[in-house]
C-alpha cells in the first residue's frame, strides 16, 4: 500500500477568502465548499480544506503550507503578487519585504493570506539536506 498524503486541514479566519486568494495565486480551480470546508485543489490532488469554524477566535496559529512550483508558475505568482500589491518575503520570519530568496539553486517567496493566517511558501527547486 502506498501512502500519498490525501487532504489537509488549515485553521484559517475566512475560508472562502483564504481558498479564492491560495487558487488565484496558483492558478487553480474555484474553491468547493464542502460541508463546513473549502477545499483547493493541487495539481497532484492534494486537497486543503480551509476551516473557519473549528477553532475559537482568537485561537488560530499561523499555518505553513509550502508548493514546489515551475519557473513559468513562479514568475506568474510573483506577478499576481506585485500586481494586486500583496506583500511576500524571501523567509518564514517575514523580513525583508519585497525580497524572493535563491535557495538550493532556485527562487522562493513567502506570503501570508488577506486573514494573516496561512504562510504560503513557494519554491522552484526541492530542499536538498
Partial sequence: M?????HFIVHCRNRRESAAFLADLMAAPTPIDYGRFT???????VGIDFADDLVP???????HVAFLVTDDEFDMILARLKKDSVPFWPNPGKSREGEINHLFGGRGLYTLDPGGTVLAEFITTPYSY
Avoid at 502506498?2 to 490525501?6: D, I, R
Avoid at 477545499?39 to 490532488?45: A, D, F, H, L
Avoid at 477566535?57 to 499555518?63: A, K, Q
Fill in 39 to 45: 477545499q483547493v485543489n493541487t495539481s497532484n490532488n
Fill in 2 to 6: 502506498a501512502n500519498e498524503l490525501n
Fill in 57 to 63: 477566535p482568537g485561537r488560530v496559529n499561523e499555518s
